[in-house]
T-cell receptor, first 115, second 111 residues
Framework: ETGVTQTPRHLVMGMTNKKSLKCEQH?????MYWYKQSAKKPLELMFV???????ENNSVPSRFSPECPNSSHLFLHLHTLQPEDSALYLC??????????????FGSGTQLSVL | KNQVEQSPQSLIILEGKNCTLQCNYTVSPFSNLRWYKQDTGRGPVSLTI?????NTKSNGRYTATLDADTKQSSLHITASQLSDSASYIC??????????FGRGTSLIVHP
């Protein structure tokens, strides 16, 4: 185990639903991330939190809303998604935000399907 | 534009054989390069990190090389095992806060 836990592992939702993805890290890290992984495409950084403060929003549509209540927990709230949002959503953490070259510890991801 | 290109896209080898995966990048300036292994249904796990001054680094049966002049890296797997079946992702960091990811090479090891 990497010390980063994501729930649920799988999620199927309609375009009008509201759901949330949860991530918890047990490593004492200060930075947490949401990444999107689509088939045949590189991982796309969505959001970065450092010490519970959002420091990066990589041009993500407003239908994705992150929340970081403390340094160990990260949520991704989803509403009115589109079928093209179907993907594997990965949470990651690192010791610090630093310069972007830190070692990332990933969770197993949530496989999302939007119908 | 910063880019990371990996080849081949996919590779099938027999158990016990060696293989080499390639990563070419255009990220500049260069900070470091990481190789991650992603098993099916799991998140990526870091295998090794290469900095500008390092040419070769080993992690068990995995050996990474870096040529900063030609902006190329390779990951060599020796005596492959079934558990090596995975996607291998090359990630390059520069002076941006956002690292650049490659699409990955999908490796299948057959018995």
């Amino acid at each position: 185990e990497t010390g980063v836990t994501q729930t649920p592992r799988h999620l199927v939702m309609g375009m009008t639903n509201k759901k949330s993805l949860k991530c918890e890290q047990h490593l004492g890290h200060n930075a947490m991330y949401w990444y999107k992984q689509s088939a045949k495409k590189p991982l796309e950084l969505m959001f970065v939190y450092s010490l519970e403060e959002r420091v990066e929003n990589n041009s993500v549509p407003s239908r994705f809303s992150p929340e970081c209540p403390n340094s160990s927990h990260l949520f991704l709230h989803l509403h009115t998604l589109q079928p093209e949002d179907s993907a594997l959503y990965l949470c990651a953490s690192s010791q610090d935000r630093g310069t972007g070259s830190e070692k990332l510890f990933f969770g197993s991801g949530t496989q999302l399907s939007v119908l | 534009k910063n880019q990371v290109e990996q080849s081949p896209q996919s590779l099938i080898i027999l158990e016990g054989k060696n293989c080499t995966l390639q990563c070419n990048y255009t990220v500049s300036p260069f900070s470091n390069l990481r190789w991650y292994k992603q098993d099916t249904g799991r998140g990526p796990v870091s295998l090794t990190i290469m900095t500008f001054s390092e040419n070769t680094k080993s992690n068990g049966r995995y050996t990474a090389t870096l040529d900063a002049d030609t902006k190329q890296s390779s990951l060599h797997i020796t005596a492959s095992q079934l558990s090596d079946s995975a996607s291998y992702i090359c990630v390059v960091s520069g002076d941006s806060y956002i690292p650049t990811f490659g699409r990955g090479t999908s490796l299948i090891v057959h018995p």
